[in-house]
């Protein structure tokens, strides 16, 4: 990764950054539990309703949300030793970007098509990034949000929802997530691709995309420009997978069961998992919801194992031997954040208050992970994004998605079409 100012792990009197997002990231997760019902802005909008996003309340909610979002992390630019009057400056412009991406993602039909608002982050920073380029540079961190929104996520990960989601669900997401992880890293480094744009790329085909790919990089300290990359590349493929797979299901007479396990196994966005699904049916939807869910509860044992495996693998790269005292330092520490959250969420946050809370720090996380994408399109130039690596991670991915697609379907019909055990009622 390239050793920039801002944006770049810092440390400063003793503190690393990977210790200073817990108190933004617990600060907002306790104010989600305390006050379940607040509001964030809206941002679902058709030409008729447009103007209730510009209203006045929205508007003003929006820029209460800002400014809480700016005290918050200028306490963590500050105790990094970063200066808080530049970021002041900043911050702004890089939030009303965010905002920006999630008016445009809210239009019906960005959400028919499952275009989230992180491909629209991406593309307005890097529009913003190319015509002003180094401009409000102090406000430009993108791991620092990352990580932010990566400890929030962890309260999304129940650990009891893994269970209930079903033998089947929970095999067919190992199976799927052991083999295609493999699979895509070999296939990755068969194309001379290095092997830190492989973890990301393998993470994010056999997990769950985006979410997969954002755990990826933080777990490994990766290039924010390959993670720009992956991104685009999960979402661009996920929207012909959408309408090709019902299709499919419909045309070869897949039954509807075996179907939605196939979409939630295989296309890397939730949104457009539940799109295709309902395409199918209603018990297609319900197998697909299933199986992603299962595949999305993995993330924080994923990224835990990565991080350590990581650890492990530079200490073997550079002849330091991996001792206790080297994988601690060299273990990205945000990930404790993140597996705390899963478990406090877990076991010791009731599941009427985790209901309660579900859409307000849905929401928070993703204000987090807007941030950060507007932040790497500020830092990507167009002509590297293109020319990055000749195109051989695209095809990697291609290929291992076309694997993907045919092993899921194989274990589909195994665990959900009665072949192992009594095929499930969803």
Same mark, same amino acid.
Request: neutral net charge; charged residues 10%; contains cysteine.
């Given at each position: ?9 810092? @440390? ?18 306790? /104010? ?9 802005? $809206? ?10 996003? +510009? ?25 990094? &030793? ?14 009303? +970007? ?13 959400? @028919? ?33 990352? $990580?932010?929104?990566?400890?929030? /996520? ?6 009891? $929802? ?8 929970? /095999? =067919? ?22 092997? @830190? ?105 994923? #990224? ?9 693998? =530079?200490?073997?790269? @550079? ?5 206790? &005292? ?29 209901? =309660?809370?579900?859409?307000?720090? $849905? ?36 290929? #291992? ?26």
């Amino acid at each position: 990764m390239e050793n920039e100012t801002a944006g770049s792990p810092e @440390e400063s009197n003793g503190l690393s950054e990977d210790w200073v997002v817990f108190g933004p990231a617990f600060v907002l997760i306790a /104010l989600g539990l305390l006050f379940p019902y607040l509001s964030l802005p $809206k941002f679902s909008w058709t030409p008729d309703s447009v103007g209730k996003i +510009l209203s006045a309340e929205n508007i003003s909610l929006s820029i209460s949300l800002g400014v809480a979002f700016l005290l918050l992390s200028s306490v963590g630019v500050r105790l990094l &030793g970063g200066s808080v009057a530049r970021y002041a400056l900043g911050f702004p412009i890089v939030f009303a +970007l965010a905002w920006a991406s999630k008016f445009l993602a809210g239009n019906a039909m960005a959400k @028919e098509w499952g275009i989230s608002y992180v491909i629209f982050a991406l593309f307005i920073g890097m529009l913003v990034g190319n015509v002003f380029p180094d401009r409000f540079r102090e406000a430009v961190r993108t791991e620092y949000y990352i $990580k932010i929104g990566l400890i929030i /996520l962890g309260s999304s990960i129940l650990f009891g $929802k893994i269970l209930s989601a079903g033998m089947a669900g929970i /095999l =067919q997401a190992l199976f799927v997530v052991l083999v295609i992880w493999y699979a895509c890293y070999w296939i990755c480094r068969k194309f001379a691709v290095d092997s @830190e744009f492989a973890a990301m790329l393998s993470t994010a085909v056999s997990i769950c995309g985006v979410s997969a790919a954002i755990a990826a990089c933080g777990a490994i300290g990766g290039d924010r420009k390959k993670l720009s990359y992956v991104t685009s590349l999960v979402l661009i493929v996920a929207v012909p997978m959408m309408l090709i797979m019902p299709w499919a299901i419909e045309h070869f007479q897949i039954p509807a069961v075996i179907g939605g396990a196939w979409v939630g196994g295989t296309i890397d966005t939730t949104g457009a998992v539940v799109a295709a699904g309902e395409l199918v049916g209603e018990s297609a939807m319900n197998a697909a919801v299933v199986v992603k869910f299962s595949q999305n509860a993995m993330l924080g044992l994923a #990224a835990f194992a990565l991080s350590l495996w990581w650890t492990f693998r =530079q200490g073997a790269d @550079e002849g330091v031997k991996p001792s206790v &005292g080297v994988i601690w330092e060299r273990f990205p520490k945000f990930i404790l954040g993140f597996m705390a959250a899963s478990l406090l969420f877990s076991f010791v946050v009731g599941d009427d208050l985790v209901s =309660q809370t579900k859409g307000l720090i $849905k929401g928070l996380r993703g204000w987090w992970f807007a941030l950060a994408f507007v932040c790497i399109g500020l830092e990507t130039r167009l002509s590297t994004l293109v020319s990055m690596e000749e195109g051989r991670p695209a095809y990697a991915f291609l290929i #291992a998605q076309g694997m993907n697609v045919i092993w899921t379907l194989i274990v589909a019909w195994l665990l959900f079409g009665g072949l192992l055990f009594p095929a499930p009622i969803l």
